[in-house]
């Protein structure tokens, strides 16, 4: 008691900045203490949600397997079936169990194709998850909505596409990247009309993301893409290059040919291997003629193109830029002129002791 | 004249731990949103895509003898369509080349080299595997130049659009590329230029054929004193710097780089030994300067493990370079300094890094000797004294323990039963058994740096990780 007095006493006879650091410290005392206890909480909670994870989920592997199992033909779905649909509804109102469910579910449809897999996608509808999902559309928080359209995605709901597709210009990126997915999973290349209507930009993440889901589709006949090629959104013009490339559009041409004059850079530079790769001959010629206007990432990339497409009347061409201070234009200026005629690539391989030259014409005469 | 030091000490003091709340909370919200965004993220779609962008990792190897082999096969097994790997073998005397060529079937080849930035030259050549297996793996082999002369010879080589730096001793997780590159391709309206990810420390964790197979927390006080640091700082630090665009430093442990801007500013600076830092000042300060929009992300994901020292002498080495390392590049771009011109760089980062990581320690030592002064003259106010001091401390320990917390929520790696109570005791212990060996090295660092210019960089002796 005695000391306690002389502590108080103390206290109330030092200076005011001292006594704000005292305060201080009982406030982080009592901080620190809450937060050990909360850590330890925490712990404890994340090792119980792991083991009660793995124990849920065994179980409703299990519920999951008896109701594929349940079915007979008589019935669309048997009593069997109704007490497993029956027992999962009970357990979704808590978030952490309907999280389990909903990827036990998922993992289940990646194991099992066929009949199954649509079991598993009705079993979704019917223990009323898909409400959940829907409902999620319509929560103002922009990662919920995300998340209910990733569901649809993955259980396949068309039905509910038109709820799904204003979300086209939402502004976070992720949930039009969903809605996206969503289009391009279940509808595939008729997915793709969203580039009609789309006025923000599709990342090169999401480009990529959609072009793969494309891909494991079985019907690889591409939708119309002229549209796209010259949409005013640069980012669609540049997917739809990719579109091109890869389903080896060669009905576009002239729109192909236009991109050339394009103000956007990058898609002057990424149309110039797209028209090598289509064997587009006309596009040399112009872009040879323009060749100074171009900028140094074009020119690059026409050289690159000039190694597929070269002829004999290009060597006059080839010649000037034999000494072209840039490595790479250099290096196809000299490769083209060896395969156009090796007694001339001769001829002018000791015109300059320049060592990036020299070393260029070394590597070109060994290989 | 007492008061006013007085008063200038507090302000520092206040102002350091006013950063650090201020960058903490800024953190947590960057990294909730981080979480929130990447938690459905389907990584595989991309992990098999041929279009995903080429990427090159740039590692560079100095008498790595011991681990070369198992270090490279880790680096070969990673998921990601598009990439190889560049060994760069800087003038090892040790039979680290000989171990790759057996190992890995390699053979001399002919390479054409577009020399953009100078750098040593080759000393035997290039090497490609005969084996398809590694067809990803080109070895180079190459006069000693240290490290930065090293990853500029792999800019050179690399003929892929985005370079990873690494250590060549460090363990990248299977996924590591895959999540770094995402920065780069989701961002819209803004360049990304470099992107880094967490490094975490792998002392006494199991490593089997390359893949981290145990996390455990290691014996030595050291070490676990290192883990917390790391957490402290890459998880309440660096993602607040991402979120304010203010990143002055890519771990050089691993880093993910724009190729076409790292070698457009004449790659990594061979005359420093903070070659990671300066980089991205220089990478920063061209954006700058040519009024692009850019940015230097970061993600917090633990991407890459590394060794760190286990005993006080590598410990003090290590961290007299880091702080040399520092101190180079704020002098060397002093001109970016308090500077409006250079956003969010000249007038956030570069006083941050300048008065809270390049002062500290200088700070620190003359608030110690000028307390020495005091008691020499029985002027100390041990009320003042005593309850600051207590402040100071309690303050590290909360902070700390809220980057546990933090470590808990996001990736809660350190499942085993009792690490709780350990990371706990640590953040109790640290203050006293590492910071005092910090301290000491950065004033090492500072004499070095500016009494003994030939010194580089202090030899860091290699266990090799736990094996399995």
């Known amino acids: ?367 | 004249m007492a008061s006013l030091i007085h008063f200038l000490f507090f302000l520092y003091s206040f102002s350091i731990i006013g950063s650090y709340i201020i960058l903490g909370i800024i953190s947590v919200f960057e990294t909730i949103e981080y979480m929130k965004k990447n938690k459905f993220v389907n990584y595989n779609k991309i992990l098999s895509s041929n279009i995903s962008p080429s990427i090159s990792i740039i590692a560079p190897a100095y008498n790595e003898s011991l681990n070369i082999i198992e270090n490279v096969r880790s680096l070969l097994s990673l998921h990601y369509a598009n990439y190889d790997v560049i060994i760069v073998n800087d003038g090892s005397k040790d039979d680290s080349l000989e171990k790759l060529i057996k190992a890995y079937n390699l053979v001399q080849v002919d390479f054409l080299i577009n020399e953009q930035i100078l750098t040593q030259p080759l000393r035997k050549g290039i090497y490609k595997s005969t084996n398809p297996a590694f067809e990803k793996l080109i070895v180079v082999d190459k006069e000693n130049g240290g490290k930065a002369d090293a990853l500029n010879m792999g800019l050179n080589i690399s003929a892929n659009k985005y370079v990873a730096c690494i250590d060549v001793d460090c363990l990248l997780i299977e996924d590591a590329l895959l999540k770094l590159i995402k920065p780069f391709l989701e961002s819209i309206d803004k360049k990304v230029i470099a992107a880094g990810g967490v490094i975490r420390i792998a002392n006494s964790c199991i490593i089997e054929q390359g893949k981290l197979l145990d996390i455990n927390l290691p014996k030595k006080m050291l070490e676990k004193g290192q883990i917390l640091e790391y957490l402290r700082a890459f998880l309440l630090g660096r993602m607040a710097w991402s979120r304010l665009n203010g990143l002055l430093v890519i771990s050089g442990a691993f880093g993910l780089f724009d190729k076409k801007i790292a070698i457009g500013v004449g790659g990594y600076d061979t005359n420093t030994v903070g070659e990671d830092m300066e980089i991205i000042v220089r990478m920063r300060r061209y954006m700058e300067e040519n009024k692009l929009k850019y940015r230097v992300a970061y993600i917090p994901d633990p991407l890459c493990w590394t060794e760190a020292p286990d005993n006080y002498k590598t410990f003090i080495s290590q961290r007299n370079r880091w702080t040399r390392g520092t101190i180079e590049t704020l002098r060397k771009h002093r001109k970016v300094g308090f500077n409006r011109k250079y956003n969010s760089m000249g007038i956030l980062s570069y006083p941050y890094w300048f008065l809270f990581e390049r002062m500290a320690p200088i700070v620190e030592v003359l608030g110690l000797i000028y307390f020495g002064y005091l008691i020499f003259n029985n002027e100390v106010g041990w009320d003042y004294i005593i309850g600051f001091i207590i402040l100071a401390y309690l303050f590290t320990v909360l902070f700390s323990i809220l980057a546990i917390i933090s470590e808990e929520l996001t990736y809660h790696q350190y499942k085993k039963k009792g690490t709780g109570f350990k990371m706990i005791m640590i953040a109790f212990l640290e203050p006293f058994v590492v910071h005092p060996f910090i301290l000491y090295a950065a004033i090492l660092g500072n004499k070095d740096y500016y009494f003994n210019k030939k010194k580089k960089w202090g030899a860091m002796t290699r266990k090799g990780m736990n094996k399995a």
């Open chain 1, 1 to 367: 008691m005695v000391e306690n007095n002389y502590f108080v006493k103390s206290f109330e006879e030092s200076s005011l900045v001292i006594q704000l650091v005292w305060i201080c410290i009982i406030v982080l005392v009592f901080s620190i203490i809450f937060i050990i206890i909360y850590l330890k909480y925490l712990r404890s909670l994340l090792r119980k949600n792991d083991l009660l994870k793995i124990k849920i989920e065994k179980e409703y592997e299990a519920s999951v397997i008896n109701y594929l199992y349940a079915g007979n033909e008589a019935e669309e779905i048997s009593a069997e079936q109704q007490a497993i649909i029956d027992e999962l509804k009970s357990n979704i109102s808590e978030t952490f169990k309907r999280d389990i469910l909903i990827s036990t579910l998922l993992k289940l449809s990646y194991e099992i194709s066929g009949e199954m897999a649509e079991s598993i996608h009705k079993l979704y509808i019917k223990t009323g998850l898909i409400d959940y999902s829907l409902s999620k559309l319509r929560n103002k928080k922009w990662n919920i909505i995300a998340n209910g359209i990733r569901e649809l995605t993955l259980f396949h709901v068309k039905e509910v596409q038109d709820q799904v597709k204003i979300h086209i210009n939402h502004p976070k990126t992720e949930v039009r990247s969903a809605m996206q997915l969503y289009l391009v999973n279940l509808f595939h290349f008729e997915g793709l009309a969203f580039l009609n209507d789309i006025t923000t930009p599709i990342s090169e993440w999401d480009q990529i993301q959609l072009l793969e889901v494309l891909q494991l589709h079985k019907n690889q006949k591409v939708a119309d893409i002229k549209s796209w090629l010259k949409s005013t959104n640069e980012s669609v013009v540049l997917f739809a290059l990719k579109l091109a490339k890869i389903y080896n559009q060669y009905g576009v041409k002239d729109e192909l040919m236009a991109l050339l004059n394009h103000k956007n850079i990058k898609i002057r530079v990424d149309v110039i291997p797209l028209l090598s790769h289509l064997s587009i001959i006309e596009a040399k010629i112009i872009l040879k003629n323009n060749f100074k206007e171009l900028s140094l990432e074009e020119q690059i990339a026409f050289f690159e193109m000039m190694e597929n497409v070269y002829e004999k009347t290009d060597k006059p061409f080839i010649m000037e830029h034999i000494l072209n201070p840039n490595f790479e234009i250099k290096f196809f200026a000299l490769k083209i002129l060896k395969n156009l005629n090796i007694d001339e690539f001769n001829c002018f391989k000791d015109l300059t002791s320049e060592p990036e030259f020299v070393r260029i014409v070394k590597y070109i005469e060994s290989n």
